[in-house]
């Protein structure tokens, strides 16, 4: 079988590496370029990663090339990161990144070659009558379907997560034992390009600032002042520079640019248990023969930790809409809202959070 590995220089994917090795597989690997290195103001080297994943190909034997796909990252991710936030919304550029460039312009240009793409994600996958589902991965602190749950399914149809049944000690335990060159590296936080680049900073970049109030949502009482509605998401509580505190950011004045907050005295402002989903994409087939009905399900929204239950049904307008049985924090409109099955085993897909009113 023929196998394209796309390797980041981190643990993950060097264990992903071996685990094929050690099943007699010889895959080429492939580190994706996409932070913009030749940009003074965004600067994000790649330098670090490339000389692990080099090491790792040697390590094995293996042939490593660089896809430069920067452009089409900048023209296709960048540009809906920057719209979503001019909007109000709270973007995620990770997932769209997954189904746009890693899974969708290296297929166009390398994978199409290939009859798997493997990765070092912590995700699985598993077949019913036919077809392929995403499924989550052993690890349940780990696991990253939430970020998968854009891609198409020609796209898991071909996805290989040889991770995907370990836990995260496991992983390093691996590493270690191989002696891989990533294997006391440190896990990557943050956006996939950004690196050590201030979220706020790159923000700043594109939208500037502009001065508006920061307002208690109850009284009308302006509090303070903040530099651009879009350097704030609904629910932060940190980066408000106000006293008095905790203040939560409840909602937001895109027109009139203000930021309104509250202490959460009442907790329907800051805690609910429904919201909207819009344009929600199914990755493998539509799982309900009548979703007009509520359905049960598990769910994620980004910020949270672990799955929540809830139903699930389609609206008049074509919309989702999810009831949680427990209250929610935070609920950031543009986000995106993550579906499962009950057992919180596979993923159906996911759409962008809006507010149910």
């Given at each position: 079988?023929?196998?394209?590995?796309?390797?980041?220089?981190?643990?993950?994917?060097?264990?992903?590496?071996?685990?094929?090795?050690d099943q007699g597989y010889k895959p080429d690997l492939f580190y994706?370029?996409?932070?913009?290195?030749?940009?003074?103001?965004?600067?994000?080297?790649?330098?670090?990663?490339?000389?692990?994943?080099?090491?790792?190909?040697?390590?094995?034997?293996?042939?490593?090339?660089?896809?430069?796909?920067?452009?089409?990252?900048?023209?296709?991710?960048?540009?809906?990161?920057?719209?979503?936030?001019?909007?109000?919304?709270?973007?995620?550029?990770?997932?769209?990144?997954?189904?746009?460039?890693?899974?969708?312009?290296?297929?166009?240009?390398?994978?199409?070659?290939?009859?798997?793409?493997?990765?070092?994600?912590?995700?699985?996958?598993?077949?019913i009558d036919g077809r392929t589902w995403l499924a989550t991965a052993?690890?349940?602190?780990?696991?990253?379907?939430?970020?998968?749950?854009?891609?198409?399914?020609?796209?898991?149809?071909?996805?290989?997560?040889?991770?995907?049944?370990?836990?995260?000690?496991?992983?390093?335990?691996?590493?270690?034992?191989?002696?891989?060159?990533?294997?006391?590296?440190?896990?990557?936080?943050?956006?996939?390009?950004?690196?050590?680049?201030?979220?706020?900073?790159?923000?700043?970049?594109?939208?500037?600032?502009?001065?508006?109030?920061?307002?208690?949502?109850?009284?009308?009482?302006?509090?303070?002042?903040?530099?651009?509605?879009?350097?704030?998401?609904?629910?932060?509580?940190?980066?408000?520079?106000?006293?008095?505190?905790?203040?939560?950011?409840?909602?937001?004045?895109?027109e009139q640019n203000i930021v309104y907050v509250s202490k959460g005295?009442?907790?329907?402002?800051?805690?609910?248990?429904?919201?909207?989903?819009?344009?929600?994409?199914?990755?493998?087939?539509?799982?309900?023969?009548?979703?007009?009905?509520?359905?049960?399900?598990?769910?994620?929204?980004?910020?949270?930790?672990?799955?929540?239950?809830?139903?699930?049904?389609?609206?008049?307008?074509?919309?989702?809409?999810?009831?949680?049985?427990?209250?929610?924090?935070?609920?950031?409109?543009?986000?995106?809202?993550?579906?499962?099955?009950?057992?919180?085993?596979?993923?159906?897909?996911?759409?962008?959070?809006?507010?149910?009113?």
């Amino acid at each position: 079988m023929n196998i394209a590995t796309l390797i980041s220089g981190g643990v993950d994917s060097g264990v992903a590496v071996h685990l094929l090795c050690d099943q007699g597989y010889k895959p080429d690997l492939f580190y994706i370029r996409i932070g913009m290195d030749t940009d003074d103001g965004l600067t994000c080297t790649a330098e670090e990663d490339i000389e692990l994943a080099t090491a790792t190909a040697r390590h094995y034997g293996l042939h490593l090339e660089t896809i430069d796909l920067q452009q089409e990252y900048w023209d296709r991710v960048v540009a809906y990161t920057i719209d979503k936030v001019r909007q109000g919304l709270t973007p995620n550029p990770d997932v769209m990144c997954n189904r746009l460039i890693k899974f969708g312009c290296f297929e166009e240009k390398v994978g199409h070659a290939y009859d798997r793409i493997a990765t070092g994600h912590y995700a699985t996958t598993c077949d019913i009558d036919g077809r392929t589902w995403l499924a989550t991965a052993k690890d349940p602190v780990k696991d990253q379907t939430d970020f998968l749950a854009q891609i198409t399914y020609l796209q898991v149809a071909k996805l290989w997560f040889p991770i995907g049944h370990l836990m995260k000690t496991e992983v390093r335990d691996l590493a270690r034992a191989a002696r891989l060159p990533s294997a006391t590296r440190k896990d990557s936080q943050g956006i996939c390009f950004l690196g050590k680049i201030n979220y706020n900073d790159f923000i700043r970049r594109f939208l500037g600032e502009r001065r508006g109030s920061i307002v208690e949502l109850e009284t009308g009482k302006v509090l303070g002042e903040h530099k651009g509605f879009w350097f704030h998401t609904i629910g932060q509580r940190k980066g408000l520079g106000l006293g008095g505190g905790p203040w939560f950011v409840i909602d937001k004045d895109t027109e009139q640019n203000i930021v309104y907050v509250s202490k959460g005295y009442d907790t329907e402002l800051q805690y609910g248990r429904d919201f909207r989903l819009t344009g929600f994409h199914f990755i493998t087939a539509n799982p309900w023969t009548d979703d007009s009905q509520p359905q049960p399900i598990r769910f994620k929204v980004r910020h949270t930790e672990g799955l929540h239950e809830g139903t699930l049904c389609r609206t008049d307008n074509g919309d989702y809409l999810i009831e949680s049985r427990d209250k929610i924090q935070g609920i950031a409109p543009g986000q995106f809202g993550v579906v499962y099955d009950p057992e919180g085993h596979l993923c159906f897909g996911s759409g962008e959070i809006r507010k149910n009113r």
